[in-house]
């Protein structure tokens, strides 16, 4: 039996000694979270106290004590339930998933919202839903994993184009649009690995002119950027996008995920977006404490906007032996080789600052790279000290 056994698990095994052997391997971190620290244990019992640079809690409102007793003591004291456990289409809804959805589709200026239980399970069920074997989708080259993988379900063909490059998605609408039924223009807002902007008022004259849907994940910049309803607020382009994507897990330090656009279109995805039809739904309680924060902290004024741009601006002016991608505060230094990234990785946490290698297939091949996430619960002493730290280094 035991050779069987380890008969069956040997091409996992094999697996799993290709990636520890190319510095690939993924591994849970024991640790704990304290305001802007992250405690980090180790196997022998030790801990080490790090300044936290790998958070996408952007504001820092999941360190905000304050807000979440404020929030826990209206909650309970009103009487809401903690949780819903079924699916929204059997018994699992309530007034306060509508009251989410008619509050984002009124930020937005759209007709109708949908909440989905994860960023994941947005664009998994989004394009999926949306797309069939006779459809298209021209993708940025470095859209998220689950904008792929919705697609790759739906059996539409994937046509991808150079990472920002209008001019190559023109051409390529050009060659192949009229081949397919229905054609979908996706990209990110954000880019969540090399923290550059889209511009999407260019997406949405190729959305015109080639008569696809445009879909924009916001995952990133929800919250931040656009009085903190995102990069299509900021550039004055929400009415021609159709479908919005955006998550309560990263800026709003909550958890969970909506769509935003036209009523006819949440419809369809209600009907056919598996991901939501056969999900049970969010607890209540993570609703409810997305939106307190969306109106208590992220529209109320822009404040914790307004310190982590200032904190990036200052953190780009400070590091002058690194370059910098992107123009964001996700501020990624690009390494190159895998065991390279993990070795500065590792000179950074023994120096006090948590910041992780990212490294392929997160990442294509040899563009690994330390991914720095700037939030508001940050200082301008700990940029300063976190650049000093990366000056101090040689590439």
């Known amino acids: 039996m035991k050779n069987s056994k380890?008969?069956?698990?040997?091409?996992?095994?094999?697996?799993?000694?290709?990636?520890?052997?190319?510095?690939?391997?993924?591994?849970i971190k024991d640790i704990e979270q304290d305001g802007k620290y992250i405690i980090l244990n180790s196997k022998n019992g030790s801990a080490k106290r790090l300044l936290n640079f790998s958070s996408n809690d952007y504001l820092g409102i999941s360190n905000d004590k304050t807000l979440r007793e404020d929030f826990l003591k209206k909650y309970i004291s009103s009487g809401n339930k903690i949780s819903n456990p079924s699916a929204r289409l059997l018994c699992g809804t309530s007034p306060v998933y509508k009251k989410m959805e008619?509050?984002?589709?009124?930020?937005?200026?759209?007709?109708?919202?949908?909440?989905?239980?994860?960023?994941?399970?947005?664009?998994?069920?989004?394009?999926?839903?949306?797309?069939?074997?006779?459809?298209?989708?021209?993708?940025?080259?470095?859209?998220?994993?689950?904008?792929?993988?919705?697609?790759?379900?739906?059996?539409?063909?994937?046509?991808?184009?150079?990472?920002?490059?209008?001019e190559d998605l023109r051409q390529k609408l050009i060659k192949y649009r009229k081949d397919?039924?229905?054609?979908?223009?996706?990209?990110?807002?954000l880019f969540s690995m090399d923290g550059d902007i889209a511009d999407i008022n260019r997406l949405a004259d190729l959305k015109e002119?080639?008569?696809?849907?445009?879909?924009?994940?916001?995952?990133?910049?929800?919250?931040?950027?656009?009085?903190?309803?995102?990069?299509?607020?900021?550039?004055?382009?929400?009415?021609?996008?159709?479908?919005?994507?955006?998550?309560f897990g990263k800026a709003i330090g909550s958890y969970g995920a909506f769509?935003?656009?036209?009523?006819?279109?949440?419809?369809?995805?209600?009907?056919?977006?598996?991901?939501?039809?056969?999900?049970?739904t969010l607890p209540e309680i993570s609703i409810a404490f997305s939106q307190y924060v969306l109106k208590k902290?992220?529209?109320?004024?822009?404040?914790?906007?307004?310190?982590?741009?200032?904190?990036?601006?200052?953190?780009?002016?400070?590091?002058?032996?690194?370059?910098?991608?992107?123009?964001?505060?996700?501020?990624?230094?690009?390494?190159?080789?895998?065991?390279?990234t993990v070795g500065f990785s590792r000179h950074l946490i023994e120096n006090g600052f948590y910041i992780l290698p990212i490294r392929?297939?997160?990442?294509?091949?040899?563009?690994?790279?330390?991914?720095?996430?700037?939030?508001?619960g940050?200082?301008?002493?700990?940029?300063?000290?976190?650049?000093?730290c990366l000056n101090s280094l040689q590439k």
């Open 102 to 166: 008619e509050f984002l589709a009124e930020i937005f200026d759209k007709e109708r919202a949908l909440i989905f239980n994860s960023g994941y399970h947005g664009n998994v069920g989004v394009y999926s839903a949306l797309l069939d074997s006779s459809d298209v989708v021209f993708v940025d080259k470095l859209n998220h994993a689950s904008i792929i993988d919705g697609i790759r379900l739906s059996k539409a063909k994937i046509i991808p184009y150079r990472h920002l490059d209008y």
């Open 360 to 376: 392929y297939p997160t990442v294509a091949k040899n563009t690994a790279r330390l991914r720095i996430s700037l939030n508001a």
């Open 259 to 280: 769509v935003v656009g036209d009523g006819v279109l949440i419809d369809y995805l209600i009907n056919f977006a598996r991901s939501f039809i056969f999900s049970t």
């Open 297 to 340: 902290r992220i529209l109320a004024n822009n404040t914790l906007q307004e310190k982590l741009f200032k904190l990036n601006d200052n953190f780009r002016k400070s590091v002058k032996s690194f370059e910098i991608m992107g123009e964001s505060y996700i501020a990624p230094v690009l390494i190159g080789e895998n065991a390279s």
């Open 180 to 189: 397919y039924k229905k054609a979908i223009i996706s990209s990110e807002s």
């Open 6 to 27: 380890q008969s069956l698990y040997a091409p996992y095994c094999e697996a799993l000694e290709a990636l520890n052997s190319s510095s690939s391997i993924r591994q």
């Open 209 to 247: 002119e080639f008569n696809t849907l445009l879909i924009i994940d916001e995952a990133h910049s929800f919250g931040v950027y656009g009085n903190g309803k995102g990069i299509c607020s900021e550039q004055n382009v929400l009415s021609r996008v159709d479908l919005i994507l955006a998550t």
């Open 378 to 388: 940050l200082e301008t002493n700990d940029i300063q000290a976190l650049a000093d």
